[in-house]
């Protein structure tokens, strides 16, 4: 395959590994990306609001970090993988929106910094990500786009494509105001301070997601828009996967390549 820029297509099986702090894009780029390619989305952040979510549910204090592993490690999470509508599912109820609300993003650094519990979602990950790179999947095995705060240094550092999407603090928080009061005035921006500042703060102890490691290439989309953010991941994706080794397991030659599909406008 040549180094053709923009210009898709890119070898298949292809793994994106996308992360990022809070209020940067990540999710609604991941998407975008992933539909744009034809790939599976895997959402990690919400496994761990999921996780929050059902500790919570079984009245489990949160610092009884034994207890909370081994709720974990029991929990009948399904992950809906397609882009265009990544559903959560606990227990078979979709949890797409209870895992949003103040609540458990004000909780969910508190389960997300339990090791075990990294464990836990790390070999659920680490297997969404294979079933996807294997024909298993979603994708019919064209690969997926897995977005969260270590994937490109823990989950898949061997991803074709790795990317650190940054922002300065002022858009991401006023991206997230205008996502949660829909307004960007002061008053909106402090009430979103806590869900940006505080919990990134807390997130750093376990996770490395402000300077990109060692390959990773850095997105900084504090002045671009959105389609602009998707416009860029999609020219890293293309020449970074054009550029990455055979992952060496026979599959990837066979593999057809992806036609170039019309990048999502939203
Ligand atoms: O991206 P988000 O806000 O939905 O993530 C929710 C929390 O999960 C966030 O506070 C950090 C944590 N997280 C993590 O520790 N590792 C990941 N790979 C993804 C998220």
Same mark, same amino acid.
């Given at each position: =395959? ?44 919400? =496994? ?26 029991? =929990?009948?999470?399904? =992950? ?187």
């Amino acid at each position: =395959m040549t180094d053709t820029g923009t210009d898709l297509p890119v070898r298949t099986p292809l793994v994106v590994a996308i992360d990022g702090p809070s209020g940067s894009g990540k999710s609604s780029v991941s998407k975008a990306v992933a539909r744009s390619l034809g790939l599976a989305y895997l959402d990690t952040g919400a =496994m761990y609001r999921a996780a929050t979510l059902w500790v919570t549910q079984q009245g489990l204090a949160l610092d009884d970090a034994a207890a909370v592993a081994a709720a974990v490690r029991e =929990m009948p999470l399904v =992950m809906g993988v397609d882009p265009t509508e990544p559903g959560v599912f606990l227990a078979g109820h979709d949890v797409s929106e209870a895992i949003r609300t103040t609540e458990v993003s004000t909780s969910v650094s508190a389960v997300s910094a339990n090791l075990e519990v990294r464990a836990e979602l790390a070999d659920r990950q680490r297997t969404a990500i294979d079933a996807e790179r294997h024909g298993r999947g979603f994708s019919g095995g064209r690969g997926i786009v897995a977005e969260g705060r270590d994937i490109t240094t823990v989950i898949a550092p061997d991803a074709d494509v790795r990317i650190l999407l940054t922002a300065s603090e002022e858009s991401r928080l006023r991206r997230r105001s205008l996502e949660l009061h829909g307004s960007a005035d002061a008053s909106a921006v402090d009430a979103t301070r806590d869900q940006i500042v505080r919990r990134d703060a807390a997130d750093s102890a376990v996770t490395q997601f402000t300077v990109a490691a060692s390959g990773v290439v850095t997105l900084d989309s504090s002045d671009l828009d959105f389609d602009q953010t998707v416009a860029a991941a999609l020219k890293i994706v293309s020449i970074a996967a054009d550029r990455a080794p055979e992952h060496g397991d026979g599959e990837r030659d066979g593999a057809p390549s992806l036609d170039r599909r019309t990048p999502a406008g939203s």
